[in-house]
C-alpha cells in the first residue's frame, strides 16, 4: 500500500520495453532465451514477449520517444513500467518528488498511461491496470496470428537492472530512486578489479521484489566508461533473470548463440571450500561457469552472459536464501569481463 516509505504504492515491474533498428536480432534473441511472442499491433512495430512474469516489448516505431532512443542510443532499453496502486497518483508524488514529467507512447483505454524520466531520459511508466487480463490488447497489441509460444527456459522474474552512470552522479540517481519511490540502500561497492573499477549503490525496492543497483566507473578505461561510450550515454547495463534451476536453464541455451563469460579455472579450487552447503553437482556448475556465492545463512548461483543488445548483457541468478549480489565473485567476474575487453581491444 502507498505509505511513508512506499509513496507510489510500488508493486514490481510490469514491462520493459527494447528498441533497436535490427528488431530481428531482438527476435531471435528473446527466443532464444525462452520467451515467446503472443502478439503484434495492427502496423507490427509492437511486439510481445512473455516468460512466466517477465513481459518485453520490442518498440520499432518510426517516430515519437523511443525512435529518438534507438537512434541516439543504438539496441537498447529506451523504457519500463512500474507496477502501482494508482497510476495517477503515482505520477503526482513522483513530479512532486521532483521527478520530471514524460509524454508516453502507451494509450489505455484512450488515455495516455503516466510516465516520468528515468537515467539517461528513458521512461519510467505508472501502470495499475496489470491484473486486467486484456491490458496489453489495450494497449494496441491486437493481432496474434504472428504468436509463437516456445517452451520456457525456467526464468520467473526479474531479480534486479543494474544501471551504469557517469562518474560524479551515481549519488544523484541513488537520491531520485530513494526520494521518487521510496528505495533502500542494501549495499555499497567498491571493487577493483586487475585493471579497472567500479563504485555501485545496490537499491531495494520499497516492495521488495527487485532492485536497482547504480554503477559508477573510477578509471578512465573501465567496464562503466566502455559501456558508456557504446551506448553514448547512462542507462541499463544488464538485466538479471531468476531462475528456479539455474543449472538447467543455462544447459538449455548451450545450443543457442548466448555466450556466457568464461570464468578462471582456479576459482573453482576453492569456492566450494569458502561456500560448502552448495548441494547442486559441482562439476555441472564448474563446467557451465556458474558462479556462487553464500554464507551460513545460504547462498546464490549466477552467470552472466557475454553482451547481447549493444553493450547490455544478461545475468541469470538462483537465490537460496541469499539476497546478496555476488561480492564473493566480483575478483573473478572482473578478471573475465577484463580479459574479454582485452580481446576487443579496449583494454591493452
Known amino acids: 500500500m502507498t505509505s511513508d516509505t512506499n509513496p507510489t504504492g510500488l508493486r514490481g515491474i510490469e514491462f520493459v520495453e527494447y528498441c533497436s533498428k535490427e528488431h530481428e ?33 520490442v518498440n520499432n516505431k518510426l517516430s515519437g520517444h523511443t525512435h529518438n532512443f534507438v537512434n541516439d542510443h543504438g539496441p537498447s532499453i529506451s523504457s519500463m513500467a512500474f507496477r502501482v496502486e494508482n497510476a495517477d497518483k503515482a505520477f503526482e508524488v513522483s513530479v512532486k518528488n521532483g521527478a520530471r514529467a514524460a509524454e508516453g507512447e502507451y494509450t489505455y483505454k484512450g488515455k495516455k498511461v503516466p510516465a516520468i524520466y528515468g537515467i539517461g531520459d ?59 519511490f521510496g528505495f533502500t540502500e542494501v549495499r555499497y561497492f567498491d571493487i577493483k578489479g586487475a585493471k579497472t573499477g567500479l563504485k555501485s549503490f545496490a537499491l531495494q525496492s520499497p516492495c521488495k521484489t527487485f532492485c536497482i543497483p547504480i554503477n559508477e566507473g573510477t578509471e578512465a578505461k573501465s567496464q562503466i566508461n566502455e559501456y558508456l561510450e557504446e551506448y553514448n550515454g547512462p542507462g541499463i547495463q544488464h538485466i538479471a533473470f531468476t531462475s528456479e534451476d ?32 552448495v548441494t547442486e553437482d559441482q562439476v555441472k556448475l564448474r563446467k557451465n561457469n556458474i558462479l556462487v556465492d553464500g554464507d551460513d545463512e545460504g547462498y546464490l548461483l549466477q552467470i552472466f552472459t557475454k553482451n547481447v543488445i549493444g553493450p547490455i548483457f544478461i545475468e541469470i541468478i538462483q537465490r537460496k536464501n541469499h539476497d546478496s549480489f555476488g561480492e564473493g565473485n566480483f575478483g573473478a567476474l572482473f578478471r573475465s569481463i577484463e580479459k574479454d575487453q582485452e580481446k576487443r581491444g579496449y583494454l591493452d
Request: no cysteine.
Open 122 to 180: 528513458s521512461l519510467l511508466y505508472f501502470v495499475d491496470k496489470f491484473e486486467d487480463k486484456n491490458f496489453y490488447q489495450e494497449l494496441g497489441f491486437i493481432d496474434d496470428s504472428v504468436k509463437e509460444e516456445i517452451e520456457g527456459k525456467g526464468f520467473i522474474r526479474i531479480d534486479h537492472l543494474t544501471n551504469n552512470v557517469y562518474k560524479g552522479t551515481m549519488q544523484k540517481w541513488t537520491d531520485f530512486y530513494k526520494q521518487t
Open 25 to 57: 536480432n531482438l527476435d531471435q534473441l528473446f527466443k532464444a532465451f525462452g520467451f515467446s511472442k503472443l502478439s503484434t499491433n495492427a502496423e507490427k512495430d509492437l511486439i510481445f514477449y512473455k516468460q512466466n512474469d517477465i513481459n518485453f516489448i
Open 246 to 277: 539455474i543449472v538447467k536453464s543455462v544447459e538449455s541455451l548451450a545450443a543457442t548463440q548466448i555466450e556466457t563469460l568464461d570464468i578462471d579455472d582456479e576459482y573453482y579450487d576453492e569456492v566450494f571450500d569458502r561456500v560448502p552447503n
